[in-house]
């Protein structure tokens, strides 16, 4: 139910778009995030929006933006002046109401994103 595009190869300093996009008989969604995991390391989480607030992990505050597109379902993080330490598969994460009162956890996905010259 979630698909995430816009991974890929691109310079130190660069800048890539990721989107992720729920799918199916949608009631509404909580939240949604980005998460990524780098060989050998655990997944963490990147970014968060929820309503109208948004977290950020500290190594990518002023760098990566979270921002959604209600109307479409779809999460998007602008990833801005990457770094090598960027590298890693990212995922999207949604929490998913089918209906009122019940709220299911998702994951899309992995895309890679590899920062290297």
């Known amino acids: 139910q979630l698909q995430a595009s816009g991974g890929g190869l691109v310079q130190p300093g660069g800048s890539l778009r990721l989107s992720c996009t729920a799918s199916?008989?949608?009631?509404?969604?909580?939240?949604m995030a980005w998460y990524r995991q780098a060989p050998g390391e655990q997944r963490e989480l990147v970014a968060s929006s929820s309503g109208r607030s948004t977290n950020y992990v500290d190594s990518v505050k002023g760098r990566f933006t979270i921002s959604r597109d209600n109307a479409k379902n779809t999460v998007y993080l602008q990833m801005n002046s990457l770094k090598p330490e960027d590298t890693a598969s990212y995922y999207c994460?949604?929490?998913?109401?089918?209906?009122?009162?019940?709220?299911?956890?998702?994951w899309g996905k992995g895309t890679l994103v590899t920062v290297s010259s």
């Open positions: 199916g008989s949608i009631f509404s969604i909580k939240t």
């Open positions: 994460n949604a929490e998913i109401s089918w209906r009122p009162g019940i709220l299911d956890n998702y």
